[in-house]
Each structure stands twice: as structure tokens, then as C-alpha cells.
């Protein structure tokens, strides 16, 4: 977080938006709503210091439901919008959000290349484990014995494992939660933006018109036993053994990083609109 | 998972009013969001039972801003380490929100969230040592016991619908 003089008292509604959402009644999403302006208010962010960049997909209509600036970006891009924007306005607080299509098939490579670079920004990926906007199709977390009408019998495919990816990618920061628990997701949303460097954090977040076996969720989830590290060995080991619930954060990595020396642009705004005209 | 609860860890009859005023906030943003759903799916009657539940909450999260004078229930809530990391006692559960639900759903809903509130206030004036937060912990727990009555009363004018519910000729099905 680079604005943490301009703290000012905003109440979680100050960073609603007037545009109502469209999810699914029950969608976890709603919830990760609720997280992002909790988290927004308890750090004292004024919107106009926070931008939400998304890529396509649910969970990426939420930058239109906050009140911060916002970009509703390329399929899969979104995290190459924000790196470009966090390098040339490092000021900014920049939260991205994508869901598990989006992020780790579309931007698969610029999961790996965000994490590698270590932008100081925060990526939020909502995973309910399904294309949830295109009527349900498998994801690349999807489990192998998914069974629909687009995955007669299962998928039979290995789920990709976003936090060990990211872990070996080079993300700074690591972190699970789930939407139900909104609070606690705001708290680590609070951890995630604080702590310097890219930071990930997943969010399991049901979706119940084409997963809901995923309203189990909430019973299965729990506090991860043992708190977090910044021994990337240790959290591998912990990552790949446990079983997709263990909330918390999970790794808090020390690594530096990466904001090259951008010179702010000299030009008039009015010079470069010129350079657009049709 | 479940909710935890931090009726242990009110220390000061500030601390019983900053979380007291922060529970019916959240319920009230609860409910809020769930007439916003509903508004969205065109169920009118689910609206109306979601804003009379989110008037009724702020009326109490007024009242206790009122009760607590000169404190800053909402500074003073943010400064609670313990209420940040765990779930409101009485916020509904979104996740159970279902397009096609019916007030008994909504009412359901509702009456967990005020059991829950009840079994926090009840844990705080049951295992407080101090008279102060003992009595207003009474208080807000004879209040929510009230809120539990009412919703039972509301609850026979909505009985439970039949098991065809949620049943929708025309349902989201996955492409094919």
C-alpha cells in the first residue's frame, strides 16, 4: 500500500457503487463484494486511490460495482493492464480480480509472469471451479470427475494447483479464503494489500446455479492449523499436502519488489487525445 | 467453519457497544444486499420482507448508537482486533439466497441470524464478571429474544412452502 498518509473515514458503503449487481442470488461473489469494500474502508483508502482492474468472466463485473476507478478489461489480461498501470503510477493501490477461468486459463501466462515479476499489487482470483457466465463448462480447477452435459463422465483431467504455481512462480505473498466468510476474507485482503510485493489470494467462491455441490463448501473449510511462513519450502510442502481448505495465509514471502524508474509522462493530456482522434 | 464467537474477549462496556452497533450494521448491509438480489430477480414480495428486516435492524443499531452517548461505537469497533477476524453472530447467510426463494426462506434466514445474536448476548452476560456489561448484555439479549419471537409470529402468517419451490420451467442448464 503506498497511500497510507490519505487514510480517510469512508464507510464500506462509500465504495459501493450505484449499479446493482447481477450475480446469481446465493453467488459467493456477493460476499467477496462485501469483503473488498470492508477492506477498502478499514484501510482508509479514498476510491479515487484504489483501482480494480478485471479481465472477463463473473467475478470480473466487480470493478462496475465499486465506487474506486475501475478497468473491465481483455479476457485474461487484466493482470498485464495492472502491471502496466502499478509501474507508472506506483501511488496507486491496485487490486485486481479474476476468476479461475480467466486467470489461469486465458492469463495463465500472466499469472506466471505477474508472479515472477513481483509487482507490489494484489491478485484476487474468485475460484467456484466452473465458466460460471458461459453456462458451465470445466475450468482448469474443475475437478476430474466433474460430470455435465459438456463433461460427460468427468473431465478425467488433473486440476491445476493455482498456490503452488504461484509459490513457484515467485509471488510474494500467498494467501486462501472463502467468500462465506467475509470478514475474514476482508482481514487477509487487509494483509495482502499491506504486504509489499505481488500478492495472491485465492477466494473460494461457490457458484450455485452450476456447482452447487459447492454449498458444502462451507462446511469444509477451516483455519489453516499451523500460521503462515516465509520459508517457500515449508509452504510447498504445506500447500501440496493439504486438501483445497486450509484458510489463512499460507506464505509471506520477504522478496524485494519489482517498481522500475517509469519518468512521468511530460505531455499535455490534450496532446495525447490528439494522437486517438478519428 | 463456524462462526466464531468473541463474547469472552468484551472487556469494557465500550467493547459491548462497538460490537453490539457493528452486528446490526452488518446485518443491516446483509439484509440490504439481499432485497438488492431480489429487486434484481423481480421478486417483489422477497424484497418487502428483506427491507422491513433491514428497517427493523436499523432502528436497533440506532438505538444502541443512541444508548452509547459520547462513544464512537464505529472507531471503537474498527480498533477490536478480536471483531475483525471472525463473522457477525447475526449476518444472514447469502449463500443460502436462492432466486425463486419465498418469505418462509427469507424468515428462516432471518431466525438463525437472530438465534445467533441471542447466543452472543446470552455468553456475554452469562460469562462477564463485570455488573456494567452484565446489564446491558441483558439488555440487548432480552432485545434479540424479542426479535426471535417476532419472527416466529411472522413465520405463521408465511408457512413453509411446498417441495416444488424452486422448481423453474425455464432453469439456467448448462450449454450444450
Known sequence: MSTAEMRVACKPADYKSDIKPIWCPGCGDYHVLMSFTRVFAELGLPPEQIV???GIGCSSRIPAYTNCYGFHGVHGRSLALA???????PDLTVVVASGDGDGYSIGGNHFLHACRRNIDMTYV??????????????????????????????????????????????????????????????????????HPGFSFVEILSPCVTFRPDEKEW????????????????????RIMTDDGFN??????????????????????LSELEKEFEL | MSRQSRAS?????????????????????????????METYNNPELVAVFRDLSRAEALHRDEIRRLAGDIDVVAHARGLKTWTGGESPEEADLGSAHYLMTPWHA????????????????????????????KMAEEFREEEAEHVNLVHRLLQKHPRPPESWSQDLDPPVSQE
Open chain 1, 52 to 54: 480494480v482492474v478485471s
Open chain 2, 9 to 37: 474477549e468484551i472487556s469494557s462496556l465500550a467493547d459491548l457497544f462497538a460490537v453490539a452497533f457493528q452486528i446490526e450494521a452488518d446485518a443491516v448491509a446483509r439484509y440490504d444486499l439481499l432485497a438488492e438480489q
Open chain 1, 247 to 268: 484458510l489463512g495465509i499460507l506464505y509471506r514471502g520477504d522478496r524485494r519488489p519489482y517498481q522500475p524508474s517509469v519518468p512521468r509522462p511530460n505531455a499535455d
Open chain 1, 83 to 89: 502491471a502496466g498501470l502499478k509501474v507508472t503510477r
Open chain 1, 125 to 194: 482470483v474468485m475460484d467456484n471451479r466452473v465458466y460460471g457466465m458461459t453456462k458451465g463448462q470445466p475450468s482448469p480447477t474443475t475437478e476430474p470427475s466433474f460430470d455435465s452435459a459438456l463433461s460427460p463422465g468427468g473431465t478425467g483431467l488433473r486440476p491445476f494447483h493455482p498456490l503452488v504455481i504461484a509459490l513457484a512462480s515467485g509471488a510474494n505473498f500467498i494467501a486462501r479464503c472463502f467468500s462465506g466468510l467475509p470478514n475474514e476474507t476482508a482481514a487477509i485482503l487487509g494483509e495482502a494489500i499491506r
Open chain 1, 218 to 237: 462451507k462446511d469444509l473449510v477451516r483455519s489453516a492449523p499451523v500460521p503462515a511462513t516465509n520459508d517457500p519450502a515449508k509452504a510447498a510442502r
Open chain 2, 107 to 134: 424468515l428462516q434466514l432471518a431466525l438463525a441470524a437472530e438465534q445467533r445474536a441471542l447466543a452472543f448476548f446470552t455468553s456475554i452476560a452469562e460469562t462477564t464478571e463485570d455488573s456494567e456489561i452484565k
